[in-house]
């Protein structure tokens, strides 16, 4: 490839314009790389903890021990523990107030344990919609930097007196860069939404199907409880 077509001397001949939107969407691109890593990170960990989790709940351990160990690690578990570790520490204290009817039990029980699922779910959502917004935006910063870049190369071109494509395509070339910088920044922060969307919703399933069967085995300890 020409040394006059290369990418890095296309950007050091465009206007300033071009030049910022290029720095911007570039800023954007490894901003969004970092989020994308970190939330692969935080989702295969969160995975992994609900697994464990979930096979320790169902092995058949007293509901009290399960608790214990919960509060014992309540920052470091996973959501779906921290979901049941509300539930249970809101009818453990009604119970406490000698508070018998199993519908009150249950019904205090589910909205701690809505309360913690909402909590959960937006800490899962965080940087989520900075990904959709690089996504949806930055074709359309690249495509201003282009329009603005083609703008620029015609009005330098006017004022020659015989313009050939020897003479159009670099400053052609040096609009478009803005564009092919936009859709590499924005490529990436769509697929990463789309995936990281579809792991959270699946995670939200899991956590809501929790909720109940926990639920129904509240039921049957409030139904059981001391009057």
Sequence with gaps: MPQEFSIIELLRNASWVVQAVVLLLLGVSVTSWAAILRKIFAIRRVKRLTDAFEREFWSGGHLQELYQVALQRARDGSPMERIFASGMREFTKLRE???????????????????????????????????????????????????????????????????????VAPAIAEALVATAIGLFAAIPAVLAYNRFAHDIDRLANRLETFIEEFSNILHRNAGAAPH
């Design 97 to 167: 107030r000698r508070i018998a009817q199993p519908d009150a039990l249950l019904d205090g029980a589910r909205r701690a344990m809505r309360a913690a699922y909402q909590r959960e779910l937006d800490a899962l959502e965080v940087n989520l919609s900075f990904l959709g917004s690089v996504g949806s935006v930055s074709p359309y910063v690249g495509l201003f930097g282009t329009v603005w870049g083609i703008m620029h190369a015609f009005t330098g071109l006017a004022s020659m007196t015989q313009v050939t494509l020897a003479t």
